[in-house]
């Protein structure tokens, strides 16, 4: 592949993973109700804001989901890839069939790295800053709550140690041995063509 080819992917995968990551990041938001007054939510509010407010006014919501936000993160997967493929010299074979049955999977493996490394953050975070009131943390923190929470009422008690987050990671890495690895098989997808994956 050449150079150019190269820079090409490179353009492609950076804006591509950074939209997709931003529109991920309003459907969560939405669904966790986080705080849309913080700095970081409100910037994220007006990045995604003209691309979802028309099609809030076609797409409904549906039981407290975003559908708007999914559909266009699923859209923006297809464009992406379709662009990937196109840059590495599929030209007019793109196989846009294909492409439709990938989007939902490279969604899926993005929404689990977001969560991965949410929860890398956090960790680090109690051990270097304890307590801290940092607008990121704190919406993190906010995101993560809802999937923490259940299995952190479970855990016993250890005495003010919180290995909730250790069986996250669990889960997050057996989601992806089980569901994401096989899949991605099974429907032959490119390796390294989605960011979730």
């Known amino acids: 592949m050449s150079p150019l080819a190269n820079v090409g992917l490179l353009l492609i995968n950076t804006i591509g993973s950074l939209a997709l990551l931003i529109v991920l990041l309003r459907f969560l938001l939405q669904l966790v109700r986080a705080d849309f007054y913080n700095p970081i939510s409100q910037m994220i509010v007006k990045l995604t804001s003209p691309l979802l407010n028309p099609l809030r006014r ?25 662009l990937i493929l196109l840059v590495a010299g599929m030209g007019a074979d793109i196989p846009w069939a294909n492409l439709l049955v990938w989007a939902p999977l490279g969604l899926f493996g993005l929404l689990l790295k977001i969560y991965f490394w949410g929860l890398i953050i956090t960790v680090i975070a109690s051990w270097i800053a304890p307590n801290s009131y940092n607008p990121a943390l704190i919406l993190i923190n906010q995101i993560l709550e809802p999937v923490v929470r ?15 987050p250790i069986v996250v990671f669990l889960l997050i890495q057996v989601l992806e041995i089980i569901v994401i690895g096989p899949l991605a098989q099974m429907l032959a997808v490119p390796r390294g063509l989605m960011f979730g994956l």
């Not at 076609?58 to 379709?82: E, H, K, N, R, W």
């Not at 259940?150 to 919180?162: F, S, V």
């Open 58 to 82: 076609v797409i409904p919501g549906f039981g407290g989901l975003d559908i708007a936000s999914l559909l266009l993160a699923y859209g923006i997967q297809i464009v992406t890839m379709a």
């Open 150 to 164: 259940p299995i952190r009422a479970k855990m016993p008690d250890l005495g003010g140690i919180d290995l909730s």
